[in-house]
């Protein structure tokens, strides 16, 4: 059993984090990637199926690659942050499932089934996505998830000939909190929940 997290570390990962879209002029230290994917790995996802694939782009040179893909209103935030993370579903994930789930021959259970690919390909690597943000605030980072890009273009660039395929961007760095704005307004418990 596990005691409740303390509140500063409950306010890094939930009350206090923010999507940012304006960074500090800080770098990333590249050891912090391998620290997120370190505890983004740990996620729950489908029979081990653990689809999300990531490409971390850090230079000047990869941005690049990536800045005809985005929306005009995704251009400065994602070209002034110090790391741009594509994350991505390998969509022959089940092919990894005889060395993840070894314990049963899960991968016949998709192979053909394409709808069953597809589905659980998306929800377990957006699970995956989850996960990494809050492992990018546990590790001190700020973090700007996002869609507004244009996926085949960004599939064609930088996952040509594999079976990955885009799902997101997400930013990373030290956000400028002079910059953001007012949080938008979040819906009560009695909103959205039901209790039986």
């Known amino acids: 059993m596990f005691a409740v997290i303390n509140d500063s570390a409950l306010d890094q990962l939930f009350r206090s984090a923010r999507t ?5 002029n800080r770098s990333v230290d590249p050891a912090l990637l391998q620290s997120i994917f370190d505890l983004m790995i740990m996620a729950p996802t489908s029979v081990n199926c653990s689809p ?3 490409v971390y782009l850090v230079s000047p040179d990869a941005k690049s690659r990536l ?3 985005l929306d005009a209103g995704n251009l400065d935030k ?10 991505a579903q390998d969509m022959e994930f089940y092919k990894h499932l005889p060395v993840l789930f070894p314990h049963t021959d899960a991968k016949a259970w998709f192979e053909g089934n394409q709808t069953l690919i597809n589905s659980t390909a998306t929800r377990n690597a957006t699970l995956q996505g989850g996960y990494f943000i809050m492992a990018a605030r546990a590790m001190g980072l700020d973090c700007g998830p996002m869609s507004g890009f244009d ?7 930088f996952f040509a000939g594999t079976p990955v ?3 997101f961007l997400c930013n990373l760095g030290y956000g ?6 007012p949080r938008s307004p979040r819906f009560s ?3 959205i929940c039901t209790v039986l």
């Open 151 to 157: 996926n085949a273009g960004v599939d064609a660039e």
């Open 52 to 54: 999300l694939r990531i």
């Open 67 to 69: 800045k005809p893909h």
């Open 20 to 24: 940012h879209s304006a960074w500090l």
């Open 176 to 181: 400028d909190p002079s910059k953001l704005y």
């Open 165 to 167: 395929k885009s799902n």
């Open 78 to 87: 994602t070209m002034t942050a110090p790391v741009t993370a594509i994350l």
């Open 189 to 191: 418990f009695a909103d």
